[in-house]
Structure formats: structure tokens, C-alpha cells
Nanobody, 130 residues
């Protein structure tokens, strides 16, 4: 069974770049038709899809976050990396990686339900504050 573990700094200053890593075990990130998603949940709000990178290395992003988001993969380490630039306090959230299903937003709405993905990491808290 696939297991996911998020890691990264818990505190980021405004205007800096948030960088998180998802380490995958129990399966290869190159497994066909697996999509490696990043999802976040701000305090008191629902789950929001950030983007994914697929088994072939192609990425797709939330239109609202696209200009600030980059998702990449390292096949040698079996890891997925999220970078979110120019962060503000509104980016404070618990960040999750999730797989294997793909995801499409409904227009600019990218709300996620737990049932949308079969496997989730435990999540990592990121606070944006000076």
C-alpha cells in the first residue's frame, strides 16, 4: 500500500517561497495512471486542491494559484516537491499530498473531499508569519 509523508519548514515569512516534499513509499511515482496531488486546508476552511504531477511528469495547477505554484518530481528519491512563491498569511494551512486519482476543478472552484483520493499523507502545518 502506498504511504505518503510530507515534510518541510513549519514557518515561512511573507513574500518567501514555501517548499514542501512528499516522500512516497510502497510504490513508484512512475506507476502508470497515478497522479500525485497537493491539497491544503486553511484554518476553519475546507480542502483546496493545489495541483498535481502525473506519472509521466506532466503538471496541472489550480487556476487561482497557478502563477505562484510549481510541482516537480525526483524519480531517484521517489519524491514530489511543491513550491509556492510569494506567500502571504492566507497561505497558512495544513498541506497534504494525496494519490492516485487525478482531479479537475469546476471552473475556478477546486474544492476537494477526502473521498476524492484513496491515499493521503498525515499533513504538515505551514504558518506564514513574520
Amino acid at each position: 500500500q502506498v504511504q505518503l509523508q510530507e515534510s518541510g519548514p513549519g514557518l515561512v515569512k511573507p513574500s518567501q517561497t514555501l517548499s514542501l516534499t512528499c516522500t512516497v513509499s510502497g510504490g513508484s511515482i512512475q506507476t502508470s495512471y497515478y497522479y500525485w496531488n497537493w491539497v491544503r486546508q486553511p484554518p476553519g476552511k475546507g480542502l483546496e486542491w493545489i495541483g498535481y504531477i502525473d506519472f509521466g511528469g506532466s503538471a496541472r495547477y489550480n487556476p487561482r494559484l497557478k502563477s505562484r505554484t510549481s510541482i516537480s518530481s525526483d524519480t531517484s528519491k521517489n519524491q514530489i516537491t511543491l513550491q509556492l512563491s510569494s506567500v502571504t498569511p492566507e497561505d497558512t494551512a495544513v498541506y497534504y499530498c494525496a494519490t492516485p486519482q487525478d482531479y479537475s476543478c469546476s471552473g475556478d472552484v477546486c474544492d476537494v473531499d477526502r473521498a476524492d483520493f484513496s491515499f493521503w499523507g498525515q499533513g504538515t502545518q505551514v504558518t506564514v508569519s513574520s
